[in-house]
């Protein structure tokens, strides 16, 4: 099937449920950033999921749209009121929006289709929307298109994991680039890991899927004809998934540089497995830096021992170096960067934890750290576990930074744990401890690997804000820093110098909104109410019980 089915069709992706969260960087957006096209910040990343969606109708309508509206604040009956069908996809951090513009879909008496990670059978969009479609749509969205054709469209489509070939090649021209600080690409899906909190593996399989290189060329191509020099986030699941299949995708990502010209700068999430001893890891690290990866983001999760133990998060105990060594050893060997997702509340952490995450992250070389509490979402062994132990308090908001903990913990209460979540983001961004993983990251990272993009990146209204608006005095404080650092390591005023300069001055700014969601969050959990249950821990439930 590829004939026309409707005129006109609109693609709509939700507002975030809430806007300002850790990898919103709104505050630093706001503060620093040219706004976008429609005068609100830019978002960090485009819709690419509807990007995708997008292509692959071109060829079934006279006329599509793609509207974000994060970054635009017009009305949507602008764009529906001739509308054929609308589209909307989105993940549960976008839930309640997702319902609400279903809802404005549904008055104006439009055929509402909706889609992505937040559906599922109980959803309440399943009162609302014409037709869904849950996980993978590449295998049922033609089933839907056929339906909707001839007027006999299911309620609803479940989809499956789809073979690469079939992924859709999302296109870059549905969207204005410039409302965005990052592009992003995705290569591959599945992750063959077992970590009980993730839903991953049962959302996109274990099964390691590459996109074909021609598509992932035509992306990279597109990115490049349409202007776009900046960095390009690779949403993988876990990059290095396979090994053996992730050299074969570094070495053809450094082909595509070569053929179109131009190495974009990249970054990507991936696991400490990078760090271990074989020789194919040796290989990756060699690759990782060659592909231009300047940036990668590690499921660190816990120093706890026993906690990597119960999350079966066994791919961070391999080998002989300590967790902190192993991020410092991939700084050294790929001249990248490392970021660190963080979480507290296993059943084996304790009051005692606090401030042995505080220290592991502080002796660390990661500037930027994603700490949350641990919540049991749908599609995971850690919820089936919850729910069979009876200590589910209520679904997860899909925001792994606001604070909450959805299910009563081991060894202290709900109250105590968020708490203690704060005292955790109080003791790794207060100035002193973040700058000094800033000045150990400056001194790691290849400053010629991110000389060309970072080089350029300074413009004069983006330094005076930085060293005149909020937390300028913290920042002319360590400005010498890494003045001294940079000329100690690459001479002054070279192209590396100035990359070192002009990635200190990136991390003020992400410091600007890091601080502001650390007072953010003082004043939510401050406000908080708790009931009984969630002001003792489930081993003292268990106790009273048996009194």
Same mark, same amino acid.
């Given at each position: 099937m590829n004939e026309k089915i409707a005129h006109k069709a609109v693609l709509i992706y939700p507002e975030f449920d809430t806007q300002n969260t850790?990898?919103?960087?709104?505050?630093?957006?706001?503060?620093?950033?040219?706004?976008?096209?429609?005068?609100?910040?830019k978002r960090l990343l485009p819709p690419l999921g509807l990007m995708g969606l997008f292509n692959h109708l071109k060829p079934f309508y006279d006329e599509l749209c793609l509207i974000d509206?994060?970054?635009?604040?017009?009305?949507?009956?602008?764009?529906?009121?001739?509308?054929?069908?609308?589209?909307?996809?989105?993940?549960?951090?976008q839930e309640q929006s997702l319902l609400k513009l279903g809802l404005e879909v549904k008055k104006a008496r439009k055929i509402l289709i909706v889609g992505g990670t937040a559906i599922s059978q109980q959803s309440p969009l399943m009162q609302v929307a014409d037709h869904l479609l849950e996980n993978e749509a590449e295998g049922v969205i033609d089933e839907l298109l056929a339906g909707l054709s001839k007027a006999n469209a299911k309620k609803y489509y479940q989809g499956s994991f789809v073979a690469a070939e079939h992924f859709f090649q999302p296109d870059y021209a549905a969207i204005n680039m410039q409302n965005y600080v990052h592009m992003a690409v995705q290569i591959s899906r599945g992750c063959p890991e077992?970590?009980?909190?993730?839903?991953?593996?049962?959302r996109f399989g274990k099964a390691f899927r590459v996109t074909p290189w021609q598509k992932t060329e035509q992306s990279f191509q597109q990115m490049k004809d349409l202007g776009w020099t900046g960095q390009v986030f690779v949403v993988d699941d876990n990059f290095i998934g396979n090994p053996r299949k992730a050299l074969e995708? $570094?070495?053809?990502?450094?082909q595509i540089g070569e053929k179109i010209g131009y190495h974009h700068p990249k970054y990507?999430?991936? =696991?400490?497995?990078?760090?271990?001893?074989s020789p194919v890891m040796a290989e990756l690290r060699h690759w990782f830096h060659k592909a231009n990866f300047i940036n990668?983001?590690?499921?660190?999760?816990?120093?706890?021992?026993?906690? $990597? $133990?119960?999350?079966?998060?066994?791919?961070?105990?391999?080998?002989?170096?300590? $967790?902190?060594?192993?991020l410092r050893f991939i700084s050294e060997q790929t001249g990248a960067g490392v970021m660190m997702g963080m979480i507290y509340g296993f059943d084996n952490d304790s009051d005692d934890s606090v401030q042995e995450f505080i220290d592991f992250v502080n002796a660390s070389n990661a500037p930027i750290v994603m700490a949350g509490l641990l919540n049991a979402l749908p599609c995971t062994p850690l919820i089936t576990r919850m729910q069979k132990q009876g200590r589910m308090i209520q679904t997860s908001s899909g925001n792994n930074s606001d604070g909450i903990i959805n299910f009563i913990p081991y060894n202290f209460s709900v109250q105590q744990a968020e708490q203690n979540y704060l005292l955790i983001l109080q003791g790794i961004y207060n100035p002193q401890v973040y700058f000094a993983r800033v000045m150990r990251h400056l001194e790691l990272i290849d400053p010629e690997l991110q000389s060309n993009y970072r080089a350029g990146n300074n413009s004069l209204a983006y330094l005076i804000k930085i060293l005149t608006k909020k937390h300028a005095l913290t920042y002319w404080r360590y400005l010498p820093v890494a003045l001294a650092c940079?000329?100690?390591?690459?001479?002054f005023n070279t192209?590396?110098?100035?990359?070192?300069?002009?990635?200190?001055?990136?991390?003020?700014?992400?410091? =600007?909104?890091?601080?502001?969601q650390v007072s953010v969050q003082r004043k939510n959990i401050a406000r908080r109410d708790y009931t009984d249950t969630q002001m003792v821990s489930w081993r003292e439930l268990q106790m009273s019980e048996v009194d």
């Open positions: 850790f990898w919103s960087y709104a505050q630093s957006l706001k503060m620093y950033a040219p706004a976008s096209e429609f005068g609100l910040p509206k994060n970054i635009d604040p017009r009305p949507i009956s602008e764009f529906i009121a001739d509308a054929d069908h609308v589209y909307i996809g989105g993940m549960m951090a077992r970590c009980e909190f993730c839903d991953i593996p049962s995708m $570094l070495k053809n990502l450094y990507t999430e991936l =696991t400490l497995r990078l760090a271990d001893e990668g983001f590690y499921g660190v999760e816990t120093p706890n021992e026993a906690s $990597l $133990l119960e999350t079966d998060k066994r791919q961070n105990l391999r080998g002989e170096r300590s $967790l902190v060594d192993k940079a000329k100690r390591r690459c001479g192209p590396g110098y100035m990359a070192i300069v002009a990635e200190f001055f990136s991390l003020c700014a992400q410091y =600007t909104h890091f601080s502001s």
